[in-house]
C-alpha cells in the first residue's frame, strides 16, 4: 500500500514553454502533498506544501508564479513549471501523507526535467 | 527552523562489515525522526522512524537507528551489509508541534558495499 506515481518520470522541454507534472496517491487520500526539488548528489529541498482545495504555501525563495501547484483532490496534485529556464533543470519529487502528525511521507519516483 | 546535519557524504564498506550512518539535528522543538533510503533511478523510500517510546527502531532488512536526545543524533546502523544495501540514505527531522509535517533532510550519504 502507500503507493504514489508521478508522470512524466522524464520530460525534456525548450526553453519558455511550460511543464506540467502530476503526483497521484494511489491507494490512499492525501491530505497534504509536498513538492521537493532534488540537485545533482545534494538533499531535497521542499519548495512547497500544498493541501487539498487550498492555495499552496511555498517556502522562501520558490517563486509562487513560477511554479503553479493545484491540489484539487485528494489523491492529485500537480505542479506546472511555467517559462521554463535551463537552471529549472532538476529532479523534481512528490510526497503525500495524510496530514496527520508524524505521518510517514510517501514519496513518488521523482520527474527528471530538462530544459534546453 | 530544524536542521540536519550528515557528517559522511560517502561511507565505502565491504560486504558484511558493520556500518554506521551519523545524523545529528539541530531543532529548539521536540522532533520526530526519520532515514529514507534512495536506490539508484528510484524514489525515496522509508526505511525506519522514531516518533515515541523505545528509542530504538528497527526496519525489517536488519537497519536499525537509536535516538539520543542529550546528543541530538539519530545514527543508523547494520551489523552486516549486503551489497543490496548500496543506496543514499538521507536522515530527515519534523516538527513534533507541526500539522503540516514538513520534512528537513540532510545533504544524504551514499553508502557503497564492496564484494
Known amino acids: 500500500g502507500a503507493v504514489v506515481s508521478q508522470h512524466p518520470s522524464r520530460v525534456i522541454c525548450k526553453s519558455g514553454t511550460s511543464v506540467k507534472i502530476e503526483c497521484r496517491s494511489l491507494?490512499?487520500?492525501?491530505?497534504?502533498m509536498f513538492w521537493y526539488r532534488q540537485f545533482p548528489k545534494q538533499s531535497l529541498m521542499l519548495m512547497a506544501t500544498s493541501n487539498e482545495g487550498s492555495k499552496a504555501t511555498y517556502e522562501q525563495g520558490v517563486e509562487k508564479d513560477k511554479f503553479l501547484i493545484n491540489h484539487a483532490s485528494l489523491t492529485l496534485s500537480t505542479l506546472t513549471v511555467t517559462s521554463a529556464h535551463p537552471e529549472d533543470s532538476s529532479f523534481y519529487i512528490c510526497?503525500?501523507?495524510?496530514?496527520?502528525?508524524?505521518?510517514?511521507?510517501?514519496f513518488g519516483p521523482g520527474t527528471r526535467l530538462l530544459v534546453l | 527552523a530544524q536542521s540536519v546535519t550528515q557528517l559522511d557524504s560517502q561511507v565505502p564498506v565491504f560486504e558484511e562489515a558493520p556500518v554506521e550512518l551519523r545524523c545529528n539535528y539541530s531543532?529548539?522543538?521536540?522532533?520526530?525522526l526519520f532515514w529514507y533510503v534512495q536506490y539508484p533511478n528510484q524514489g525515496l523510500q522509508l526505511l525506519l522512524k522514531y516518533l515515541s517510546g523505545s528509542t530504538l527502531v528497527k526496519s525489517i532488512n536488519g537497519f536499525e537507528a537509536e535516538f539520543n536526545k542529550s546528543q541530538t543524533s539519530f545514527h543508523l546502523r547494520k551489523p552486516s551489509v549486503h551489497i543490496s544495501d548500496t543506496a543514499e540514505y538521507f536522515c530527515a527531522v519534523s516538527d513534533r508541534g507541526s500539522t503540516l509535517g514538513r520534512l528537513y533532510f540532510g545533504r544524504g550519504t551514499q553508502l557503497t558495499v564492496w564484494p
Open positions: 510526497s503525500a501523507s495524510q496530514g496527520a502528525r508524524g505521518e510517514t511521507q510517501y
Open positions: 531543532s529548539s522543538v521536540s522532533v520526530y
Open positions: 491507494d490512499f487520500q492525501a491530505t497534504t
